[in-house]
């Protein structure tokens, strides 16, 4: 089995931490007993989805992409999208059961258009998941896409490999950071041991960044999902907890 972590200066060197002043705009941290009015369920399944003791957990189908027009329980903010800068984040863990799972969030208008931060499984092969941050925009179902593999895990054994990212990633910070025109994706991994000698760094991971010349969503989303490939099983399901959704705006 080896994990790694593929981080080096050009990556860290895309993403430092927030360039403004920022304050609160929309935070939730699922503290009820089911979803707040400030979110709108797309493709609602109530048999999927829980909010319960600080957490949204949300399960989906192997196969069942984190898209916005087919995934299950699409969260949808009802506030309106700020006008000035702003950065989404949100925190979750999960134990990779697919091998094939994806958190997106970010700005969507419909279906063919929108500009996403990604959190992706991705099995390479049978011996290698990659796990990756990806940017995406969509503009009239036209797709301009940056990709980066922060941490690959090998290990033939696909439920031996499913267990790697937990017992070494406490939990996983993705994020989206609007200034100007210009949308940064990055994330983070935030470890189970601090120090020892697989673990991650904790530092912030970005890709390249995207121009967006008008808005391109009207909303805040939150999409997951789970792709299947002849490298992965077939039929499962995958789960994510997610632990809050803060949206800062520029001062």
């Known amino acids: 089995m080896t994990i790694r972590t593929i981080l080096g200066a050009a990556a ?34 109530p048999d999927a989805y829980l909010v319960e003791a600080g957490q949204l957990i949300l399960l989906t189908a192997d196969g069942v992409p984190a898209a916005y027009d ?4 699409v ?8 006008k000035g800068d702003w950065t989404m ?9 697919t091998m094939g799972e994806a958190l997106r969030i970010g700005v969507a208008r419909d279906g063919q258009n929108g500009l996403f931060s ?5 099995a390479y092969n049978y011996a290698l998941t990659n796990i990756r941050v990806d940017a995406d925009k969509l503009a009239k179902g036209e797709v301009t896409a940056f990709r980066r593999t922060a941490m690959g895990i090998e290990e033939r054994d696909i439920e031996l490999r499913s267990g790697q990212f937990s017992d070494r990633v406490a939990a996983v910070e993705l994020r989206l950071e609007k200034v100007g025109r210009k949308y940064q994706s ?4 935030e470890p189970v041991n601090p120090g020892a000698d697989d673990a991650p760094s904790g530092e912030w991971i970005g890709v390249q960044k995207l121009t967006s010349l008008r808005s391109p969503g009207d909303a805040f989303v939150l999409i997951f999902g789970s792709a299947s490939n002849g490298y992965t099983p077939d039929g499962g399901e995958a789960l994510v907890e997610v632990d809050f959704v803060r949206i800062d705006v520029a001062e």
């Open 75 to 82: 969260l949808r903010l009802t506030r309106p999208v700020p």
């Open 186 to 189: 990055s994330i983070r991994f």
């Open 12 to 45: 860290l060197a895309l993403s430092a931490g927030p360039l403004l002043a920022q304050t609160v705009y929309f935070e939730d941290g699922f503290d009820g007993d089911d979803l707040s009015a400030d979110w709108e369920l797309l493709n609602p399944d």
């Open 70 to 73: 087919a995934a299950t329980n």
């Open 89 to 97: 984040t949100a925190r979750f863990n999960m134990a990779p059961q």
């Open 118 to 122: 990604s959190f992706v499984l991705e």
